[in-house]
């Protein structure tokens, strides 16, 4: 053990957030943690581009290919089990994951969702969807949050949250763009940072 708590990043898509956290383990924020394997569930994602780059291990794992939920939860656990993974970060990963999953690694996986849970939230609300939902409700308020991952999607206990206003003129896109760069690739990593430290300190 180096005295790093060992992370693994999963991802569907561009994979910005996994930048800002490739970024803060570079820059030294995340100290304590190391980024050892980024899992997409889409071959075509970004995320894996950016993680080749940072010469961080990957694997693509399709549901198509496992034959279904289980086949494709099983060689996620296996893959996470296998390099002794101590923190699961969900960073864009737009699939849901099953109960039984969840439960198996309680208060080892977070989330970032793109608005200010309990706002915007849960089933379907994904990706671009919260902020046609915010522009759509006319809040001038939204955000992001980053929280725990239980068996109630988005309803896991809020570690971080950071509010980001909605301007007149805005579209999904450009509310989308505002919350990541004001919210999301702020407190994502800096959660990060304190729950490995946290782990690190817990084993010593
Ligand atoms: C981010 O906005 C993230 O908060 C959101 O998907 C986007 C992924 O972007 N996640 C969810 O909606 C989860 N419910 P990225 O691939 O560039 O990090």
Known sequence: MDGKARVAVLVSGGGTNLQALIDAQRSGLIEKGEIVLVISNRESAFAIERAKK????????????????????????????????????????????????????????????????????????????????????????????VHYVNEVADGGEIIAQKAVSVEDDDTPETLQRRVMEQAEWLILPVAVAKICRRIVKERS
Not at 98 to 113: C, D, G, L, P, T
């Open 54 to 145: 940072a010469g961080i291990e990957t694997c693509v794992v399709t549901r198509k290919a496992c034959g279904g939920q289980e086949g494709f939860e099983a060689k996620v656990m296996e893959l996470i089990d296998s390099h002794d993974i101590d923190l699961v970060v969900l960073a864009g990963f737009l699939t849901i994951l099953s109960a039984a999953f969840v439960r198996h690694y309680e208060h080892r996986i977070i989330n970032i969702h793109p608005s200010l849970i309990p706002a915007f939230c849960g089933d379907g609300f994904y990706g671009i969807i919260p902020h046609q939902a915010a522009l759509e409700r006319g809040v001038k308020v939204t955000g992001a949050t």
